[in-house]
């Protein structure tokens, strides 16, 4: 079955860390470019990071340079998002995208912070 799922969501104060993962199945991962997604209501969804197929190459949202961190294990067929120095305007379900062959979606993760 082919599936992106989503985990690591929390409350978080302000100035806080969160380790976001997202576990693939069901495809050959290493040949997909991985990215963090969000969206809070009402906005449209905005991309956060993306990674190579390798990880040699990774982008991020302005918003958030510095302070996030996207990576991937080939291995474990999973995506990690470190997010450092959170602020309440990172608050937003955090999701999971696979692009290659297919454009894949996970279910999303809710990320909130605040004090």
């Known amino acids: 079955q082919v599936q992106l799922v989503e985990s690591g969501g929390d409350l978080v104060q302000p100035g806080g860390s969160l380790r976001l993962s997202c576990a693939a199945s069901g495809f050959t991962f290493s040949s997909y470019t991985m990215s963090w997604y969000r969206q809070v209501p009402g906005k449209q969804r905005e991309l956060v990071a993306r990674i190579s197929t390798t990880g040699s190459t990774t982008d991020y949202a302005d918003t958030v340079k510095g302070r996030f961190t996207i990576s991937r294990d080939n291995a474990k067929n999973t995506v990690y998002l470190q997010m450092n120095s959170l602020k309440p305007e990172d608050t937003a379900v955090y999701y999971c995208?696979?692009?290659?062959?297919?454009?894949?979606w996970g279910q999303g993760t809710q990320v909130t912070v605040s004090s």
């Open positions: 995208n696979a692009l290659g062959k297919a454009m894949l």
